[in-house]
């Protein structure tokens, strides 16, 4: 969604962990897997742009299961981070 919004598909990762309620941290472990999986550059410290696919342009079922997932991923390091 933070990336919609955007012209540009840019995203400051210290706007996006503000806008998402999360610690930057999180926000750092998720940007590092889309990097790592080319559909993010990082184009300064705290910014990124997406690369993936043909644009933003996910079907609700795509874009809802990939918010479950992120949010599954958010869960389980937030649980690891507990241990």
């Known amino acids: 969604q933070l990336l919609k ?3 540009d598909s840019t995203v400051d990762l210290n706007s996006a962990a503000n806008a998402l309620c999360v610690q930057k941290r999180r926000i750092y ?5 889309l990097e790592g999986i080319n559909l993010i550059q990082k ?3 705290n910014m990124v742009s997406w ?7 996910f079907s609700c079922r795509e874009e809802s299961l990939f918010a479950e997932n992120i949010k599954s991923e958010i869960s389980q390091m937030e649980h690891e981070e507990m241990l």
């Open 5 to 7: 919004e955007t012209p």
């Open 29 to 33: 472990d998720i940007t590092n897997v």
């Open 51 to 57: 690369l993936g696919g043909s644009g933003l342009d």
């Open 43 to 45: 184009t300064s410290k």
